[in-house]
C-alpha cells in the first residue's frame, strides 16, 4: 500500500549560494515525506521563475505540516 500523502506549506527565503533571490516566498505542496516536499518545491520554484530543473536553490525558512480538521486516517 502506498504511503498517505501529506501537505507540507513552506514560508520563507529562497536562495542560491548564499544570495537571497526572493526574501519571504509561500508554496504548498503534497508529498510523502518532508524530504520529497521540499524536492516538490524546488522544482516549482524552478518552472516558476525559468531556471533549469537542475539549478541550485535552498529553502532554508520553515515547512511546516498543513493539519486539516477534516482528514482522516
Not at 515525506?33 to 524552478?46: G, M, T
Amino acid at each position: 500500500m502506498a504511503s498517505k500523502k501529506k501537505t507540507y506549506i513552506y514560508i520563507g527565503p529562497v536562495t542560491r549560494f548564499g544570495k537571497e533571490y526572493e526574501h519571504r516566498w509561500i508554496a504548498e505542496t503534497e508529498a510523502e515525506s518532508p524530504k520529497k516536499a521540499v524536492s516538490n518545491l524546488h522544482y516549482r520554484y524552478c518552472r516558476e521563475h525559468g531556471y533549469s530543473p537542475t539549478a541550485r536553490f535552498e529553502f532554508p525558512g520553515e515547512l511546516q505540516l498543513k493539519i486539516n480538521s477534516f482528514d482522516r486516517d
